[in-house]
């Protein structure tokens, strides 16, 4: 191989250090960035990753995947005997007619596509069924091929302007809905397609609140791509952000909490960088939004409401890396409060890697069983759960180690 030619990170003998480095490279991360993510010094960064130390223990690989968003271990660790999606989800049953559905055009006219108010009902009982059901993935999976069939033959026969652009504004929703189906599962061109496609028709819609939910969740899938992407979460938030701050003084409760929602994200996406003050920053000013909306409101879709504000700040903490603070936070936030199953199980996984960051690993093994009991499909799909788990199930305690086994038998990350 050329000196200057990329290694492939399957050949022999790419080594751990050199996998790291990759990968990191490849991230677009620096070495600086990654040392601060693990609590290390820049200079031990370089000495693993040019093998002057022995590859670290599973605790400290499993954060370093955390760090980079690595998927699969293997990529790692070089060990292809060994497969262990982090954060991809095993594929749901019903993720191919939803993925059937998603490429069909329907062009015929033989069906007849049902009123946009019928579409509305149908997707505001799919939202509620997805926040209730411990198995939210199964009742929408099964619901989104026909709403989506239906959403498209609603704006192809959409008969005016106005008529088009309702239509276009439940397409978006639809194809948002699908985005929480499809995420963390091992299809990412799918996600995309969704993402893309809810964007296209939020913006033909002309909707406001539709524009805010699609670029809500397009932030969400650039920023889940890695360091590199970053910049492109903060473009969709805040560009967005100053399409709706005109509309805000007279807007209804469901535009006031996108709106809200977007700021969080913003905030989000600076804690995942490591610049705390304009985190938390983000953060006030969400929750200042949200102290705008009624007591009791909470946004069908982004969960964003008053009660939710604990939550984030927990988030906040966590991706700080900041253990006394995330457990201060989460001491400070009631979930239950939180109506959502799968927002209330992602709370508990939040809860759980702050317990984790601050030393207290059978709390956070603790926590995670109270986010198995309040959704198990948002455990399973949860890349952070799963680190902390495998990592505890090499444990010196005997006693942790059973609960974290026992934990990830149940998650289907160990067989029986």
Known sequence: MPPDATPDPYAEPIQFGQRLQLLRTRRGMSRVVLAGLLGKS??????VEGGRLQTPKLHTILRIADALRVRDLADLTGDQTMHVDLFVGPGHERLPAVRAAVDAFPLTTELQAPPTTHLQARLARAWQARHSAPNHREVIG???????RDAQLSVRQANTAAERRAAQAV???VYSLSQFFIAYQPDASLLWRVAER?????????????????????AQAHRDSGPAHYDAADAVTLETLEYLEPLLTDAPPEVLAIAGALRFEAGYTSARRGETGTAWSHWDAARKMSKELPASYYHPITSFSRAIMGAHAVTVAVELRAGGESVRQAAAADATTIPSRPRRARHRIEEARGYQLDGQPDTALATLDKAYEAAPETIRYNGYAKGIILEETESRTPGRRRRASELAIKIGILAA
């Open 42 to 47: 820049p200079s031990w960064v370089k000495a």
């Open 198 to 218: 809810s964007m296209v028709a939020a913006q033909e819609s002309e909707e406001p609140h539709a524009i805010g939910v699609a670029a809500w969740l397009a």
């Open 171 to 173: 397409l978006s929703e």
């Open 142 to 148: 099964g619901l989104l091929p026909e709403l989506i």
